[in-house]
């Protein structure tokens, strides 16, 4: 009776609910096809993150290298700036050094060796001033000579202290005209230095100089057939 009560009871249950209670833990298709994109979107972004840290890396190593090697060139440029910032000093007088000129000596053995010859003649004249004040009595021995470019001439200039008390004077001097002082070389002068005379004491100053003979070849230089040289001698304050 029991028996048959139960088989009744079965046959009325909906078909639905033994599918559902066989089928409630299989897996929807459609959640297995999300998870393979999720697993291969997750391998993708993974793949692609190493990509992009590793071109970092290597970024980031090329850059090195290259402030590497501007810091390299810049110490190596520092140190070779030094003599050429030296040369360009010399050569142009810039910062307060000394220009490094061709001296006399070797502009005259270089023409030496070089046979250079010239025919023109210059006229130097010589001319001599005293400051207001100061008691000597200054004149060149000599009032002209005459050279060609390429040699080298002497001349003498006297100075007489005619006071009554030892002078101290320093003498500037000047060359006309400027554009011929180029080329008016002077081997020994007594300009800027002090000298001291005794009352009534006279003294013969020499002047040797050499024109350069590219004074001839220069074309500034066409008309200048005179040259002056003058000295002016002036008053040392007593200390």
């Known amino acids: ?59 980031s190593r090329r850059t090195l ?34 220009q490094r000129r061709e001296s006399v000596e070797e502009k ?5 060796r070089d046979g250079t010859t010239t025919s023109r003649e210059i006229i130097v004249q010589f001319n001599a ?25 002497l001349a003498f200039y006297t100075a007489e202290n005619r006071s009554s008390a030892p002078i101290t004077g320093v003498s500037t001097y000047n060359v006309a005209p400027m554009k011929a002082a180029i080329y008016f070389n002077k081997i020994q002068c007594f300009c800027f230095e002090e000298q001291t005379l005794l009352p009534g004491e006279q003294i013969d100053m020499p002047v040797f100089f050499y024109i350069d003979p590219e004074f001839e070849t220069d074309p500034k230089m066409e008309g200048v057939n005179n040259i002056v040289l003058s000295y002016t001698f002036f008053k040392v304050n007593d200390r």
């Open 108 to 112: 005259i053995s270089r023409h030496a």
């Open 1 to 59: 009776m029991a028996m048959r009560q139960l088989a009744r009871l079965h046959q009325r249950l909906p078909p639905s609910l033994p599918r559902r209670h066989a089928t409630r833990h299989a897996w929807p298709p459609a959640a297995d096809a999300a998870f393979l994109c999720r697993g291969l979107a997750s391998s993708s972004s993974s793949s692609a993150a190493a990509a992009s840290a590793a071109g970092r890396e290597k970024s």
């Open 65 to 98: 290298g290259y402030l590497l090697g501007v810091a390299v060139a810049m110490v190596g440029a520092s140190y070779a700036a030094v003599p050429l910032y030296r040369r360009f000093c010399q050569a142009t007088g810039y910062g307060g050094t000394v």
């Open 129 to 153: 001033d005293v400051a207001d004040g100061m008691p000597w009595k200054f004149i060149p021995t000599q009032r002209e000579v005459r050279v060609k470019p390429g040699e080298s001439a």
